[in-house]
């Protein structure tokens, strides 16, 4: 913890803190970062934390002062300020020159490339500068913000958006890495690898529990190993055993769900359940021994290795915790690398329960990169990956936000060296999965790029020992992908943008010279109407094409549907029957849905039926709205444009312009964003209308009993799709959300804009303070962060 803060806890007569604050490693580099949550958390009763946030709050104003001294001078010493290391500070290991020392004996410099080590290097280094000017100017910002007197509507505005600026640090969205594969394939060791840490996830278990999420992310707060363990509800465990339960459960007609259930049970009941209702086995008495009437607990440790002992009874088939977690996620002190990335160990399938289950889905649809896993020696062969990648490709293709699928071949160390090189090797399989994928036509209709898969073959054992042959060890390219998708989220450069808009505006405001504005106002709103226009004509466009597509493919699954149906309800492989009944009645009670391993036979009717419909779409759909946001209709938003130009033309409001141009780009990112959140609405409702369609459907079909169930079932199942003009009602219901789609996305553009336009132009401050210092400083901050990264670029 160091002096600084034992020395200030003393001095404010709370001395009896210091072991708190010290077990949550405070010092003097964050103890004016604290947020109110963890002080509350530090300090629990009312009275000393009162006392410790006004010392705080004091301590806050000296550092202040302490930071803007240098404010109150010329301009030109800002400059000079901004150059040195008052804003760039030299980076531990460098030099009096700034250059970083060498040292000749450092066992990973010999074996590394020099380039990887001056990337490695230039990505640490920039990102402790961006750090530091981000401190920098929210000091700046804070002050202003206190500066600005909340008389009039202006005033008001500018105080607002330097809140916004602060929720949107505090709410950065991360980037997720979907990790798939089977229980031995080297999920847990990749991933170990990936973030080096060799014993941050167990592997090796053939235990592995199936259906509990793992999340790894960055603790960019404390240096601390932490994990939060997410536990279903009472609720939710009470109505997945009382359904489980009230259905048929003789063994032979236990789908692979149903096992599973049933697997849960018995870890946490023994063979109790088996002779007791869903209410009996909700008695307190069986879960005194676990943490489960709370919804979430926080392990803490010093390593990786001790968290990783403590959190493996909650993921593990051994123990009695894991039926009911739900997720757990591992945070990972000061990783750079998962700054803004979440790497997720995924199950292979959804789960009986119905939080489990929609948590699964809703975590690929917002997967940016996924990453299918297996082992080298059976990359092309293996079953599982391939049917993976068709089972969630709508939900992370048109259905979610997947960029990239990378197919990761593990184990290149156990390749047998002396029967062939083991780069040849690596090349043969890269070439067997390559041709393998480009089978999956359905899955290329979700992406329509040439770019979107890669194959990478590794071996995390070798990563771990520092050898790293690179022809055969593709991790430090697995490494960069996830560097770059940090670098997409670069919240010191979103912040000083905004906030060099903002001084821009203010500083702007204080103009009380008419000149132009009448004019500026007049070209803005007018070009607004022409530029929303052509955003208003590709959503139609969009539009018109999609319905026709609908419309076509609502008659072919007329057709499509029959054929299909027959191939689900008469199994070529089944054709007398026998059996069959026993299944088809389990998926009537499971809303369609049947898997079985031990028959190799799945059923998921709904998902089937819809895509009849889908099917039509799937080209088009991803045309309108790819998931890289540059083409279709983000292309008509992102070329959105009121600004350029006009500077030139209008230079008394250039600052008032500078501030529009900061807003248009913030205001365009949000409505992609939400352009690309409503797509997987639109893209899923089809699915969602058909199940809720079939569920009148397949209550009756439960219900058959006797001689004849089997025919039964299968006529009110074939009758219900024909007479109930399913595809006619899923088409209209994505017509509507494609409508309004639209409709919220202009109007968000609009509306944003033109509030914008109206406080930057059309209206004057009483009592506007002077920022000129401030906005010199901030504007070469920027221009800071901008040449680090060209220079950063430059090393790649």
Not at 154 to 168: A, G, N, R
Not at 368 to 387: F, G, L, M
Not at 462 to 477: D, S, V
Not at 750 to 772: A, C, F, L
Request: net charge negative.
């Amino acid at each position: 913890m160091g002096d600084f803060v034992q020395n200030k806890l003393t001095e404010w007569n709370l001395s009896d803190l210091i072991t708190a604050f010290e077990a949550e490693d405070i010092d003097e580099g964050n103890i004016c970062d604290l947020q109110d949550d963890t002080i509350r958390e530090l300090i629990p009763k009312a009275g000393p934390r009162d006392h410790f946030k006004a010392k705080l709050k004091s301590l806050r104003e000296e550092q202040n002062k302490t930071n803007h001294a240098t404010l109150d001078s010329p301009a030109q010493e800002h400059e000079e300020a901004a150059d040195s290391a008052q804003v760039l500070p030299s980076t531990r290991g460098t030099n009096d020159k700034g250059k970083r020392k060498y040292d000749p004996q450092d066992e990973s410099s010999k074996r590394q490339s020099l380039t990887t080590k001056r990337q490695r290097f230039t990505t640490a280094q920039s990102s402790s500068q961006e750090q530091h000017i981000l401190c920098l100017v929210k000091d700046i910002m804070t002050a202003v913000h206190h500066k600005i007197p909340k008389e009039d509507k202006l005033s008001t505005f500018l105080k607002d958006k330097i809140d916004e600026k602060i929720k949107d640090l505090e709410n950065d969205k991360k980037e997720l890495v979907g990790v798939f594969g089977k229980t031995g394939a080297g999920k847990s060791s990749l991933i170990n690898a990936v973030t080096e840490e060799r014993n941050l996830l167990p592997s090796g278990s053939i235990c592995a529990c199936t259906s509990v999420m793992i999340k790894v992310e960055a603790n960019m707060q404390s240096e601390k190993y932490e994990a939060d363990i997410e536990f279903i509800t009472k609720e939710e465990w009470h109505d997945e055993v009382h359904t489980f339960l009230g259905q048929k459960t003789a063994q032979e007609e236990y789908d692979d769900n149903d096992r599973a259930i049933a697997e849960k049970l018995s870890a946490l009941y023994g063979d109790e359940w088996r002779n007791k209702s869903s209410e009996e086995l909700m008695d307190d008495k069986y879960f005194e021994e676990i943490e489960f009437l709370c919804s979430k607990k926080t392990l803490t440790c010093g390593s990786a290795k001790e968290l990783s002992e403590k959190y493996v009874r909650y993921t593990r088939n051994g123990g009695k915790n894991w039926p009911l977690v739900k997720c757990v996620t591992v945070r990972v002190p000061k990783n750079r690398l998962l700054q803004h990335v979440t790497l997720v160990d995924l199950p292979g399938t959804g789960d009986r329960n119905k939080s489990r289950d929609e948590m699964w889905k809703e975590v690929i649809g917002s997967c940016s990169i996924v990453w299918i896993v297996t082992d080298i020696n059976r990359a092309a062969s293996e079953k599982e990956p391939w049917e993976i990648l068709e089972r969630t490709c709508s939900l992370m293709g048109n259905g979610g936000q997947c960029q990239q699928i990378h197919f990761i071949c593990t184990k290149t160390d156990l390749i047998d060296k002396d029967e062939k090189p083991a780069a040849d090797v690596c090349a043969e399989s890269k070439e067997e999965v390559s041709k393998q994928f480009r089978k999956l036509t359905k899955v290329e209709r979700h992406f329509g790029r040439d770019d979107y898969f890669e194959v990478f073959t590794v071996s995390s054992k070798e990563f771990l020992k520092k050898n790293r042959p690179e022809q055969e060890n593709e991790i430090p390219k697995l490494q960069k992908f996830l560097q770059n998708l940090n670098d997409c989220h670069s919240e010191t450069k979103n912040y000083v943008s905004g906030a060099l808009g903002i001084l821009s505006l203010i500083q702007g405001a204080r103009s009380r010279e008419p000149g132009k504005k009448a004019d500026v106002c007049n070209e803005l709103e007018e070009k607004m109407r022409r530029e929303l226009e052509k955003v208003n004509r590709t959503m139609d466009e969009a539009h018109k094409a999609l319905e026709k597509c609908l419309s076509e493919g609502v008659e072919e699954s007329k057709t499509t549907s029959e054929s299909v149906l027959r191939s689900i309800l008469y199994p070529s492989n089944l054709a007398d029957g026998r059996g069959f009944h026993r299944i088809l009645k389990c998926a009537v009670e499971r809303n369609g849905s049947y898997k079985s391993e031990k028959t190799n036979i799945e059923i998921d009717l709904n998902k089937d039926i819809a895509s009849c419909l889908t099917d039509c779409i799937d080209d088009g759909f991803n045309k309108t709205f790819p998931n890289d946001g540059k083409r279709g209709v983000y292309r008509a938003i992102n070329a959105f444009s009121l600004v350029t130009e006009l500077n030139q033309k209008y230079k008394d409001v250039e600052l008032q312009l500078t501030f529009l141009k900061t807003e248009e780009e913030t205001i365009k990112t949000e409505t992609n964003k939400g352009v690309q959140r409503e797509k997987k609405k639109v893209y899923n409702s089809v699915k969602t209308t058909i199940d809720e369609i079939m569920k009148e459907c397949y209550e009756r079909a439960a219900e058959c009993s006797g001689p004849g169930t089997l025919q039964d079932m299968r006529d009110i199942i074939e009758a219900h799709v024909r007479d109930s003009n399913v595809f006619e009602r899923a088409k209209d219901v994505m017509l509507r959300k494609l409508r309004a789609l639209k409709v919220n996305s202009l109007k968000t553009l609009e509306e944003k804009m033109q509030r914008s336009i109206e406080m930057s132009i059309k209206t004057d401050g009483d009592s506007i303070p002077d920022v000129t210092h401030e906005l010199v400083f901030v504007e070469k901050c920027y221009k800071k962060l901008n040449e680090s990264s060209d220079e950063e670029t430059s090393l790649i």
